[in-house]
C-alpha cells in the first residue's frame, strides 16, 4: 500500500517542445489520450531538486533530498487533466526504489550534479540504473522577466498547473495519484542546452526546435495514495 507522501519542488524549469498528438499517442497506455493546446501536444522535461521528501504529517526535517529529471507529456482521462511520465531519473538509490516500489513510478537512479548560482542553475545528469537505456542530460538555466501568476487559459498554464499524476504498475494496469499544493509563481527562463538524450531514451526523434521555457522557486506539495484507475 503506498502511503501520501509530502515534499518540496524548488528550481524547476519547465522546458517544453509542441509535437503532433499522434505522436504521444502512439506511447500512452490504454485509457489516457493526450491533452492539446491548440491542436499540438506537448513533451516536457522538468530539472528541480526535491526536498523534505517524507510521509505527510511527519516534520520536514525527517525528510530527505535529491535533485531530479524527468520527461513528461499532458493527457486526460474522463475529462479530468494530468501529466503521465515516460522517465524519471534521480541521485538516490534509496529514494528511486522506493518510488519504484511504492508508487509504481518509473524512476532511474543517476548521478546528478545541480549547482545554484546567484542567477543561473546549472544540471547534469547521467543515469546509472542497471540495465537502463543510458541518458545524458546537462544544460543551464535562469529566470528572466518578472514573476507572473499564469493566465487559465494560457500555454503556461496549460504546462504547469496540473494536479494529477498517471503511471503504469507492475501488470501493467493504469495507476494515478492526486496533488495538492499552490498555484505556481512562474518567471520566462531562458536555457542553454549542452546535452540531450532523453528524448531518443524514450523513443521520440530530438527536438528540431527551441523550447518554451519556464522557470518556478517551487512549491510545497502533498501527493495522496497512488491506486488503481
Do not use: K
Amino acid at each position: 500500500m503506498t502511503l501520501p507522501v509530502a515534499m518540496g519542488w524548488r528550481h524547476l524549469l519547465f522546458a517544453s517542445w509542441p509535437v503532433a498528438p499522434a505522436v504521444v499517442d502512439a506511447r500512452l497506455p490504454d485509457g489516457l489520450e493526450p491533452d492539446t493546446y491548440d491542436g499540438r501536444a506537448w513533451l516536457s522535461i522538468v530539472p528541480y531538486r526535491n526536498v523534505a521528501v517524507r510521509p505527510r504529517g511527519a516534520p520536514a526535517r525527517l525528510g530527505f533530498g535529491l535533485p531530479e529529471l524527468n520527461l513528461r507529456t499532458y493527457v486526460r482521462r474522463d475529462g479530468e487533466s494530468g501529466v503521465y511520465f515516460f522517465s524519471l531519473d534521480a541521485d538516490g538509490l534509496l529514494g528511486v526504489l522506493a518510488a519504484r516500489l511504492t508508487h509504481r513510478l518509473p524512476y532511474y537512479n543517476a548521478r546528478i550534479e545541480m549547482r545554484l548560482g546567484s542567477r543561473q542553475v546549472s544540471f547534469a545528469s547521467e543515469r546509472r540504473h542497471p540495465g537502463a537505456t543510458p541518458v545524458r542530460f546537462a544544460c543551464r538555466y535562469e529566470p528572466v522577466g518578472e514573476p507572473f501568476a499564469p493566465n487559465p487559459d494560457s500555454l503556461a498554464a496549460f504546462l504547469t498547473e496540473r494536479y494529477r499524476y498517471y503511471t503504469t504498475g507492475r501488470r501493467g494496469e493504469l495507476r494515478s495519484a492526486d496533488l495538492v499544493h499552490e498555484p505556481w509563481s512562474l518567471r520566462p527562463a531562458t536555457v542553454a542546452l549542452e546535452t540531450n538524450t532523453l528524448f531518443e531514451a524514450n523513443g521520440f526523434d530530438a527536438p528540431a526546435t527551441s523550447p518554451v521555457c519556464y522557470y518556478s522557486p517551487g512549491v510545497d506539495v502533498v501527493s495522496s495514495r497512488n491506486r488503481p484507475r
